[in-house]
């Protein structure tokens, strides 16, 4: 089977890719640091307020709710952009994560209105802790447990009879700052995240789908990166010279390049079928996800350990933009679950071991 964009969602991507071309090139992406000489929330802020003009945060709420009603396939495309730009705002998070599971659970008509507008962020930790990328701009937060409500849908327990899965609803959200190899994701660490905030009252079917959501979308976005990082060694490998010839001719450094671009190729159809899945309802969907998460993980880290070898010790410098991608790198491919734990979702899922396994 072939997966493919249609010219819908192409032309999705290639708008969001222009925009961010434009307006998030690596020195928007330091700006997005807190704390740094170069921090400038103002101008990361400007850059989602032009894309709430093409209607991206809302794109994943249902049109009744006051969104474009978009599916994963649709934005997959779309969220690599977001990836390749290392755009430093929780996009997942707002868009395929808490905008359509706020419309499923009903009654967020405000939340969701400021949302769809440009005007709300949202972070979430879905994996039972207490710490959450983002919390420093995010306006609300999404806590709980939603590979537990995966694991009782999947079951076909009664799902009404425990808080297993239960999240709650932060507003105003108070954290504890906590330090980041990649200091755009800004994490907090939720003081008593089992009780803050109010419950949401959401089915565990779609606090399920919202978890797989988080997990595609991610990888989504470390398709982007690993591109981004790919490109930049790639062109340095064709224009530093050593010997009186570019280092990209040696054939240790074109092996190591062709390696991490066939990983990143493996990596690309896999999110596009794991799309396919969530939006067709496959029975495969909980796997394919997974695979996609775990393929992606596993490239990205590649990739940014190979544009690092390539580079040298530039790479290394703050002053230089390698870095900012492949620190999103290391801490985006160990959220929604990191390769390890997604393949065991695999093999739990081809019978391999015991349906449950954890970290």
Not at 78 to 104: K, N, Y
Request: hydrophobic share 50%; glycine share 10%.
């Amino acid at each position: 089977m072939r997966f493919a964009l249609t010219s819908d969602q192409a032309a999705l991507r290639a708008a969001v890719r222009d925009l961010l071309r434009a307006e998030c090139p690596p020195a928007a992406v330091r700006a997005g640091w807190p704390g740094t000489p170069d921090a400038d929330g103002g101008r990361v802020r400007g850059i989602w307020a032009e894309l709430a003009e093409m209607g991206v945060p809302g794109a994943a709420v249902p049109e009744a709710a006051g969104g474009l009603g978009l599916d994963a396939c649709d934005l997959v495309g779309m969220l690599e952009e977001c990836g390749r730009a290392a755009l430093p705002l929780p996009v997942v998070e707002t868009v395929f994560v808490a905008g359509p599971l706020l419309a499923a659970a009903g009654g967020h008509e405000p939340l969701l209105e400021r949302l769809t507008a440009g005007d709300l962020l949202a972070g979430a930790a879905l994996d039972g802790g207490s710490l959450v990328p983002y919390a420093s701009v995010a306006d609300v937060l999404l806590l709980g447990d939603a590979r537990e409500a995966r694991s009782i849908a999947g079951r076909g327990d009664q799902q009404s009879t425990a808080a297993d899965g239960e999240l709650r609803l932060v507003e105003a959200p108070a954290f504890e700052p906590v330090a980041s190899v990649d200091g755009a994701r800004a994490p907090g660490r939720v003081a008593d995240a089992a009780t803050a905030g109010v419950a949401l009252d959401a089915d565990p079917a779609d606090v399920a789908a919202a978890w797989n959501r988080g997990a595609l979308g991610t990888a989504a976005q470390l398709v982007g990166l690993a591109r981004t990082l790919l490109a930049m060694a790639t062109e340095y490998a064709q224009e530093r010279r050593q010997f009186g010839v570019a280092i990209g001719t040696f054939q240790a450094v074109k092996h190591q390049l062709a390696n991490a671009l066939l990983a990143v190729e493996f990596a690309a159809p896999a999110v596009l079928r794991a799309a396919w899945s969530l939006d067709t309802g496959a029975p495969s969907a909980d796997r394919d996800v997974a695979m996609a998460k775990a393929l992606a993980s596993d490239a990205a880290e590649r990739v940014a350990a190979v544009a690092l070898q390539a580079h040298g010790a530039i790479a290394y410098t703050t002053e230089y933009d390698l870095h900012l991608f492949a620190k999103r790198v290391w801490a985006t491919s160990r959220t929604w679950g990191d390769a390890d734990w997604q393949r065991a979702r695999v093999a739990a899922a081809l019978g391999l071991t015991e349906a449950g396994a954890t970290r």
